[in-house]
């Protein structure tokens, strides 16, 4: 594979693969402002339903494509593993999120941990020595990656659009359809 320097692919527009993931850790960033800010509860719950929905796809076109070749382009186990577990403990607090609503005496203290749980680990996959420099210092095709992270993405999207015809009413979700989300 060629070495991927270039901060955006030339070919179709596609951003290359860092800073596809990039915007997406600046999107969820803004909608995790928002709801500090936000003080009305239906504002609250649509903005705690895109960042779980937002970091759900993101975490799954990581560990389905990002990651793997990450570890297969650098062997680096440990900075590998990290990741995978820091996903590991959002995706718990996004499932008690979802089954959750603003009514929930805990329901801001989750998302407010979430955040926190986000910020460290962007910081360390955008860090010096983190994933994304290991990844440019590396043969992995970040264009290529790019290309696929914006498909799987685009699809799971649509998965996801599917599944939320009605609109969240702040209740429980069932379990079986949380998990189906999740497990893609």
Known sequence: MARAKKAKSAGE????????????HRQVEDWFGQFEKARDAN???MLATQICKALKVHTMIEEEIFYPAFLEATGE????????????GAKKLIAEIE?????????DAKVSVLSEMIKHHVKEEEGPGGMFSESRDSEMDLDMLGEQLAARKAELEGESDDMDEEPPTGG???RGQSERRQHG
Do not use: C, M, W
Not at 13 to 24: E, N, Q, S, V
Not at 99 to 107: G, K, L, M
């Open 13 to 24: 527009g596609t951003p290359d693969a860092i800073t596809l993931l990039k915007a997406d």
């Open 43 to 45: 504002k609250k719950q």
């Open 77 to 88: 186990k440990d900075i590998h593993h990290e990741a995978e577990v820091e996903h590991n």
């Open 99 to 107: 089954e959750s609503s603003p009514d929930d005496d805990y329901f």
């Open 172 to 174: 429980r979700k069932s």
